[in-house]
Every structure is written in C-alpha cells, then in structure tokens.
C-alpha cells in the first residue's frame, strides 16, 4: 500500500467507507474486557466506534496523514503507524478487524498479512474483515481500461479482489478456521455531481502514475461520460461495489 492518500478530502467526502463498516462491527462476539486490533484503521473512524462498544481498541495504519487525524479525533486511543504486511504488536490481541483493506495489499503480499494477523491474536481469537471481492467495480474498471487502450495504454488493475473460495485457501493455509463467508454486491452512492470523478481520482491511482495530467483527465472524463448511463441513476452517482466478508477463529 504506497498510494498517498488525500487525508482531508478522504474524511469529508467518502465517509461512506467506515459508514458501511458499522454493519461488519455485528460480526464480532463481545466478551468482556475484550481487546481488538482495528488493522488499516484510517482516520480512526471505526476505532472509536469498537471503544464505544466497550472493546479496547487501538488502530494501526501505515498511513501518517490518515493517523495524524485519527490522533487529533480520538487523542484517547493508541494508534500504531505501520504496514499491514510486516508487523507486530506488544500484547496479543482478542480480535482482528478490518474494513476496506485488503483489497489494497497485492496478492503476494496476502500470506505475509495472514501470518502477521495470525501472530496477533490470542487463540480463540476472532478475525472479522471485508474488503473489494471477485467483481468489485467491474463497470468502472472495464470502462478505464477501454480509454486506456483507444490512447494505446495499458491498464493494470491495481487491486486484489478474490472469490470465497480462492481467499479460503489463504486463510486455512495461514492456520484460520472459516466460521463465516459471504461475497455480495452492494451498490454505492458517491457524493456530489462530480461523484465519480472525484472518486477515480482518490482511490485509482497506481494507472495513472506515469500518464500526463491532461491525458488523465481526458480518460476520467470519457469514463464518466461512458457510465453515465449505468451509474447515473436519479440524478446521484453510484459505484458497483461488491464486498467479500469473512469471520474466522485461530485455532
């Protein structure tokens, strides 16, 4: 995960991330004095929503920008700044959560992700997360890769999104017992008129690194305008999300 990410711009405009992560909080089995490692926590969003429910919460994120607000909303909680493939904490924790992430981190790297998610946990520990599944964006992603081809570039998807049955594997490799899986789509409202654009622009990144900021604004514009008629609906722009949960228990 090296894409730099817009901190400010992220916390206003696209709370819909944590807001959906709220409902993947009911997943986890609250025991009393309970302890939960929030991995790729962000702006802290959902930390402070663990805290609440009683946990002890803290936060680890690679992200300095992202952290450096998660420290100025919630000074009361411990925030960690490191890499979700290579880490390790000083206690062993209760459970693992996380919202958003993995589809982040490159296939390869999963395993190493695992093992060190792995090593965190207490045994019995709980590890609840979701993230972009088999499918995820595809209408956005088909359409940027359409403009990239008519300017003779090439697209490369720059994220992993697996099946269930695919990303089973890794975690039965890594020691988890599955206790729960689910692939669905779920269709999301971007915000503002430029809602799609604006999304393009914060989280495709890694396409258009070595692409002349005309050319790329050429492309997101001949994308929007190709969506239009399958994510403008009423008059408010959606993404075609579709997300991959998993509960598992290390045995």
Known sequence: MNDKWDAVKYTNDFSFVHKYGNDLLQLIDIKKDMSVLDLGCGNGTLTKKMSDMGLNA??????????EIAHELYPNIKFIKADATDFTLETKMDAVFSNAVFHWIVKRKQSKMLDCVYKSLNNGGQFVFEFGGYGNNALIHAALQKEFQARKLFYKLPFYFPTIGEYSQLLEKAG??????????RKTELSGKDGLADWIKMFIKTPFEKVDDKIKNEIICSTVERLSKKLYLDNKWYAD??????KAIKE
Not at 58 to 67: N, P, R
Not at 176 to 185: Q, R, S
């Open 176 to 185: 988890f017992m599955i206790v729960y899986a689910t692939l669905f789509e």
């Open 241 to 246: 999300y579709v997300r991959i949960r998993f």
């Open 58 to 67: 803290i936060g680890l994120d690679s992200s300095e920008d992202l952290l």
